[in-house]
């Protein structure tokens, strides 16, 4: 099976690229960029002001059905933060056919798109807590979903990068070691 990684706002990072050589010991798959000119970013407020400036979600979403819509082999799609919430749209009808899993890292965003009713298997892996809505009442309604596993990690929206403020060893290291199960099925 094939993976597509959805980057977070601080794009494709040496960090990122770095991780994922030792996630993927075959062959790195194809990385999006959460920045249509590929730029990277080490500030976490000029990552997002370039994010929405340059479409944000809506277009993130665009770019990557597009991304997708000439693959042939089953992809199973690897967001974090945006780039969750671009590979959360990809779970409905209407998705490119070549998608039959999704797993998502802390995609707030998606509170946005509740209407979405995933058709492949999903895996939404929530930060500890969010500051800028009710998480519960987005978990509670996920949870309806047969196609979805959701569940909440103990650390910080950002866990998984080394460059964003909310950054946790310990939970990413976890994450790491059930990611890499998942690529070896």
């Keep these: 099976?094939?993976?597509?990684?959805?980057?977070?706002?601080?794009?494709?990072?040496?960090?990122?690229?770095?991780?994922?050589?030792?996630?993927?010991e075959q062959q790195l798959p194809l990385v999006m960029s959460a920045h249509p000119d590929n730029a990277t970013f080490c500030?976490?407020?000029?990552?997002?002001?370039?994010?929405?400036?340059?479409?944000?979600?809506?277009?993130?979403?665009?770019?990557?059905?597009?991304?997708?819509?000439?693959c042939k082999e089953p992809v199973t799609?690897?967001?974090?933060?945006?780039?969750?919430?671009?590979?959360?749209?990809?779970?409905t009808h209407g998705r490119p056919a070549c998608v039959e899993r999704v797993i998502t890292y802390y995609p707030g965003q998606i509170r946005h798109a509740l209407d979405i009713c995933p058709q492949v298997p999903c895996d939404v892996v929530f930060a500890h807590r969010?500051?800028?809505?009710?998480q519960q009442a987005v978990i509670g309604h996920l949870a309806r979903y047969p196609q979805v596993n959701v569940r909440s990690q103990t650390a910080p929206h950002g866990f998984m990068n080394p460059l964003s403020g909310g950054y946790d060893a310990v939970a990413?290291?976890?994450?790491?070691?059930?990611?890499?199960?998942?690529?070896?099925?």
């Excluded at 099976?1 to 993927?24: A, E, P």
């Excluded at 969010?130 to 009710?134: C, T």
């Excluded at 990413?172 to 099925?185: D, N, P, Y």
């Design 172 to 185: 990413a290291q976890q994450e790491s070691e059930w990611l890499v199960e998942m690529i070896q099925r």
């Design 1 to 24: 099976m094939k993976w597509v990684i959805c980057s977070d706002i601080f794009g494709v990072t040496t960090r990122l690229t770095q991780w994922l050589s030792g996630l993927f």
């Design 77 to 91: 799609l690897l967001g974090f933060s945006a780039g969750g919430a671009a590979a959360w749209h990809m779970t």
């Design 130 to 134: 969010e500051r800028h809505f009710d």
């Design 43 to 70: 500030d976490e407020t000029l990552a997002y002001q370039a994010f929405v400036q340059q479409g944000g979600v809506e277009r993130y979403v665009a770019r990557l059905r597009d991304a997708l819509v000439a």
